[in-house]
Antibody, heavy 119, light 107 residues
Framework: QVQLQQWGAGLLKPSETLSLTCAVY????????WSWIRQPPGKGLEWIGEINHRGSTSYQPSLKSRVSVSLDTARNQFSLKLNSVTAADTAVYYC?????????????WGQGTLVIVSS | EVVLTQSPDFQSVTPKEKVTITCRASQSIGSSLHWYQQKPHQSPELLIK???QSISGVPSRFSGSGSGTAFTLTINSLEREDAATYFCHHSGTFPPAFGHGTRLEIK
């Protein structure tokens, strides 16, 4: 099981860009799907998007126009950008990893980053 | 898009009780259903994968069953440390999604 450590700005104004990075420790980026998932305060989990080690991405349809997930293989990291944020994007954001052989289950989670969008 | 519906939303239980949480999918997802435990202010942790496969390090009192559209998480002989919110998650179709969660309170 890899260890994930994430960071990024926690307070944004409406229309700004959310930017988070997740470092992977204990294994390379190969052999995993790397995801971002968010959880609004007191609510359930929402899948945002994912990337594999080849850089192929998939995104939540409702967020697709605003979201981008990328890899930095040299640093063993992956990142999330979400443009034009609003208060509705306020949530704890988690980075996560799923081994290719884990049938889509999420084996590893970052510690979470609370992002608040407020003017 | 597959929607997962969990029941109950909340349950207050006593230690040593047996607990059953249900997750229903709006269409068949085979066995691509996973369960997680999330304690307050913590990240979720994988409990069961592929409907019924156990995870190394997870206590044996946690088990899962089901396929298609109906799935169950069972906790035998509940312990106080099991106070948490439990989520189901499907990876069978695009996009993946989570149930809204079931909060367990220990009396």
């Amino acid at each position: 099981q890899v260890q994930l450590q994430q960071w990024g700005a926690g307070l944004l104004k409406p229309s700004e860009t959310l930017s988070l990075t997740c470092a992977v420790y204990g294994d390379s980026l190969s052999g995993y799907y790397w995801s971002w998932i968010r959880q609004p305060p007191g609510k359930g989990l929402e899948w945002i998007g994912e990337i594999n080690h080849r850089g192929s991405t998939s995104y939540q349809p409702s967020l697709k126009s605003r979201v981008s997930v990328s890899l930095d293989t040299a640093r063993n990291q992956f990142s999330l950008k979400l443009n034009s944020v609003t208060a509705a994007d306020t949530a704890v954001y988690y980075c996560a990893g799923s081994r290719y052989d884990s049938s889509g289950s999420i084996d590893s989670w970052g510690q979470g980053t609370l992002v608040i969008v407020s003017s | 898009e597959v929607v997962l519906t969990q029941s109950p939303d909340f349950q207050s239980v006593t230690p040593k009780e047996k607990v059953t949480i249900t997750c229903r999918a709006s269409q068949s997802i085979g066995s691509s259903l996973h369960w997680y435990q999330q304690k307050p202010h913590q990240s979720p942790e994988l409990l069961i994968k592929s409907a019924s496969q156990s995870i190394s390090g997870v206590p044996s009192r946690f088990s899962g069953s089901g396929s298609g559209t109906a799935f169950t998480l069972t906790i035998n002989s509940l312990e106080r440390e099991d106070a948490a919110t439990y989520f189901c998650h499907h990876s069978g179709t695009f996009p993946p999604a989570f149930g809204h969660g079931t909060r367990l309170e220990i009396k």
